[in-house]
């Protein structure tokens, strides 16, 4: 082994006990809840339990591991497997083959995964420790943001968005795409995934197409019903200052940060005056 594998597993030691560390103190009961999401594997083949395939899935993804393989291949070695063990209170002996950990992801239920996610992101809201980030030491700031996740020359599925460049002329092209917008709270230097909502189309020959606007509208009637109570405030790019946006805001009882270019300020700080806060980005 050389100095740089020596490293790296240094490296992913340290993430690991933080990760126990954080899951005693913080979650204490996040691995019965993640044993407790619908498996709908055939039970006489199953194996491992789905705290185990769902966090090692997770802390591939905490050693930036993309490939579902390349966890497998990356995380198997007995240390690796003696601190998932540690961190999930179990014997562990093996970690699941690639193909399993695909097999569960793929028939995952995702509102059970939401739940998991309002238990953790409810537990650290109330042990008081993100207190002290509070905007106007009231309210909780949450950023939507949109990222591409795949892009492809074809149609790779029914829900893909379509873009079409160069339209009418000879070099004309289109793009399929999907994308999810998130709502992360910010805590200082780090955010946390609030909710995410995918912006994606219904059927292959929709009219219209959906949109992040659409797909924000979606993700904050959830949030609303989530968080009924939390004081938060609305932090977005210029995409978002459009009046029925800001209308949401204002019914939620959320307080609203919208950033804008310089150039566009002007004009939108006219048309938006009557209806609240706009910021400038230097
Ligand atoms: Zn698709």
Known sequence: MNRREKRKIKKEIEIFSDVAKIIKQYFPDLSKKLNELTDTRHQSYVEYQMSVITI????????????????????DTEETIKNIGNILGIELEEIPHYDTINNVFEQINIEELRKIQKYMVNRLIRSKMFDKYRFKGRYFQIVIDGTSMMKFKKRHCKHCLKRVHNEGKENEYSIYYHYVLEAKLVV????????????????????????????FYRMAKRI????????????????????????????????YIIRLKKDRLKALRRRNRRIGTVRGKK
């Open 56 to 75: 090692t899935r997770l802390l591939g993804l905490l050693c930036g591991i993309k490939s579902m393989r390349e966890t497998t291949e990356k995380l």
């Open 188 to 215: 200082g230097d780090m955010v946390i995934s609030l909710d995410s909502e995918f912006v994606e189309n219904e059927d292959e020959d929709v009219e219209k197409q959906d949109c992040e606007i659409k797909a």
């Open 224 to 255: 609303k019903k989530e968080y009924p109570k939390l004081p938060i405030v609305i932090t977005g790019d210029a995409l978002y200052a459009c009046e029925p946006v800001i209308k949401r805001c204002k019914e939620n009882k959320w307080e």
